[in-house]
């Protein structure tokens, strides 16, 4: 699976997602994830709705997954209002 394949999957499955993934080897990633949807959870359950997205590829396609899930307001990153 590629960096791009992933991306696509969470930005299906979150959308308006702002979705950066990133892997050195093809099989371990990492992904910054800034969700709406997030606003409000726990980080398990932010986590939780990745994982929900990527099903079964993960522990299989993608061997390792580290996630930073960030609501937009919580981002460094955000336009200045």
């Known amino acids: 699976m590629t960096t ?3 991306r696509q999957r969470i930005e299906a499955a979150l959308p308006g997602a702002r979705v950066v ?4 080897d ?3 990633f990492a992904a910054l ?5 997030f606003s409000g959870l726990k980080t398990l359950r932010r986590h939780q709705l990745v994982y929900q997205a990527l099903g079964a590829a993960l522990g299989g396609e993608i ?6 899930t ?7 990153g955000r336009p200045a209002a």
């Open 4 to 6: 791009d394949e992933i």
């Open 21 to 24: 993934v990133r892997s050195d």
């Open 26 to 28: 093809g099989v371990h």
């Open 33 to 37: 994830v800034v969700a709406g949807q």
């Open 63 to 68: 061997h390792a997954l580290a996630l930073d």
């Open 70 to 76: 960030q609501a937009p307001d919580e981002y460094p």
